[in-house]
């Protein structure tokens, strides 16, 4: 009943827009992979060894030690229907794997949403923090405290040499995966962002654009995360995305101000297009969307959109995904239904009164 | 552009994955991404399948160079597997994933080379589990400790090496104790 709640309403602590550099940073992810001694990794188990992992993991979870950490509330993959599922997935707070493919798969929420802790994923528990801006130490600060609940209970499959035991060789050592989803604008349009993709992968970091898409991301959306789990320190891996992260954030700034200096007119007229087509459009596909939306945030960024707030602006990138659409529609919708929705959804956000 | 998985389906997801320096684009149907999971929302790692296996087949490439690792399977004709699980090698370098935790032990240093392929190292050397962890940390210590105790004795520094006796018979006691 009360877990209807995550899929009703569009947001999320992540979309607040409050974190340092929100600008920029839209939000700041962490993940940790752990899994249990002596029970199959989720590929191989059976549904009853799989449904044990979920009890073992949510006895912990919502035990009295925990209580600092939060209060979770259990969703069971086989309780939702797919649209249900999608909307988690497209606010973030499960992975498309657990929605699809997982047996016996569970997440545990907390009530903001900023935690969300995974069950019978690839691995038996992915604890995973989502915050606002650029905030990778207090991810890490939170996600390490849950990892040290769940470690006095639990017994983790680790190893002296090899560390945190993953089912893919790809998470294995330190088990963290930490990305931050960057707004990336101004470094596409003066067409700098395929140069600074390439040197990334130089420093044992990946990029990715949101939904999917590479250097030709929706909503110029890009994920920025590392690659190494095994070998360097935890401290390590969040220091140098840090650092990384850093860089390509002051590049964003300096090729704003580029822009700003030499093409204000071609920058207003770009932002106040997407603007004016997004208060008055009837049909928007969802391509269209992330596009004018990056532009309406950019827009509020630099100050010439000011009626308009970043976390309207986080929330519309949710409440327009095909998921979420539906599920508010409460059926299924062909695309063109979808488009028109769409449309709406935006008109009503950008001119609501109560906006902050 | 058609899908490249399926080859008819139209490719609406075009996606550029960059791996220890190269640079791979996948352009596939949604459908496709589905079934290979992992595409939306910026989780997980896509085809990371396809890109373990190209991993996996430069394997024998490296093991001609280091050997002697592989002395014990040497002579004998049987496939290396997982003991616990019954996952071979042969089954993990098709999925890229491992059956549970004691693959890694069976598997041993034949994974050495891509761990250092996918990480650039093979050694674990961050966070320590608190509480089973603990005994490891220990451990660690009383070897060191003992070493020392032996060269304190070799040079006959007797008075330091009596200090370092006391310091690991109180590590004995506490890994007795726990
Ligand atoms: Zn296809
Ligand atoms: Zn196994």
């Not at chain 1, 009703?8 to 929100?22: D, F, L, R, V, Y």
């Not at chain 1, 797919?82 to 497209?90: R, S, Y």
């Not at chain 2, 616990?84 to 491992?98: D, E, I, V």
Request: aromatic fraction near 6%; glycine fraction near 8%.
């Amino acid at each position: 009943m009360t877990q209807q709640r995550f899929m009703q309403h569009p947001w999320s602590n992540w979309m607040k827009a409050t974190g340092p550099e929100a600008d920029i940073v839209v939000s700041t992810r962490l993940r940790i992979a752990r899994n249990l001694q002596q029970h199959p990794f989720p590929m191989l188990a059976t549904d009853s060894q799989a449904q044990e992992v979920v009890n073992k993991v949510t006895e912990v979870a919502q035990s009295d030690a925990m209580k600092a950490r939060g209060q979770f509330e259990l969703i069971r993959m086989d309780e939702l229907n797919p649209l249900e599922k999608k909307v988690l997935v497209e606010k973030h707070l499960i992975s498309p794997n657990l929605a699809e493919e997982s047996r016996k798969g569970a997440v545990l929420l907390n009530q903001d949403e900023s935690i969300s802790i995974m069950v019978n994923e690839e691995d038996h528990i992915r604890i995973q923090v989502l915050l606002p801006g650029f905030q990778l130490n207090e991810a890490w600060e939170i996600g390490t405290k849950i990892d040290d609940v769940f470690e006095k209970v639990l017994n983790y499959a680790f190893d002296e040499t090899r560390g945190y035991l993953t089912s893919c060789p790809t998470n294995v050592g330190t088990g963290i995966r930490a990305s931050v989803m960057l707004h990336l604008p101004a470094l596409v349009m003066t067409q700098q962002i395929n140069r600074i993709l390439q040197a990334i992968n130089q420093v044992g970091l990946v990029v990715r654009g949101l939904y999917g898409e590479g250097s030709e991301a929706l909503g110029n959306l890009f994920q920025l995360s590392n690659q190494v789990t095994l070998g360097m320190s935890e401290t390590d891996i969040l220091s140098n995305l840090f650092s990384v992260a850093n860089q390509i954030i002051e590049q964003e700034r300096a090729a704003r101000r580029y822009l700003q200096e030499h093409s204000r007119i071609a920058l207003e007229d770009r932002i106040y297009r997407s603007y004016g087509i997004l208060l008055y459009a009837r049909t928007v596909e969802s391509k269209e969307a992330s596009q004018r939306l990056s532009d309406i945030r950019l827009g509020i960024d630099i100050g010439i959109i000011k009626n308009v707030s970043t976390f309207a602006c986080n929330e519309l990138l949710v409440m327009t995904q095909p998921g979420f659409l539906q599920h508010h529609a409460g059926q299924k919708l062909t695309p063109e239904q979808r488009d028109e929705r769409r449309a709406r959804l935006i008109r009503e956000k950008l001119t609501s009164k109560d906006m902050a | 552009m058609n899908c490249e998985e399926c080859g008819k389906r139209p490719a609406t997801l075009h996606l550029t994955k960059i791996v220890n320096g190269e640079k791979t684009e996948y352009h596939i149907c949604e459908q496709c991404a589905k079934e290979k999971g992992d595409v939306f929302g910026g989780f997980g790692n896509f085809g990371i399948n396809q890109l373990l296996s190209g991993l996996l087949n430069f394997d024998p490439m490296i093991k001609k160079e280091g050997s002697q690792a592989k002395e014990g399977t040497a002579g004998t004709q049987k496939p290396l597997r997982c003991e616990t699980c019954g996952l071979t090698y042969a089954q993990f370098s098709k999925s890229g994933r491992f059956g549970c935790s004691d693959c890694y032990r069976f598997l041993g240093d034949r994974l050495d080379p891509l761990f250092r392929r996918i990480h650039g190292n093979t050694q674990h050397i961050g966070k320590v589990p608190e509480r089973t962890g603990g005994k490891i940390k220990v451990r660690k210590e009383l070897d060191q400790l003992k070493s020392a105790l032996q060269q304190y004795v070799a040079k006959e520094e007797f008075e330091k090496a009596a200090e370092i006796r006391d310091r690991i018979k109180a590590l004995e006691q506490k890994i007795a104790q726990s």
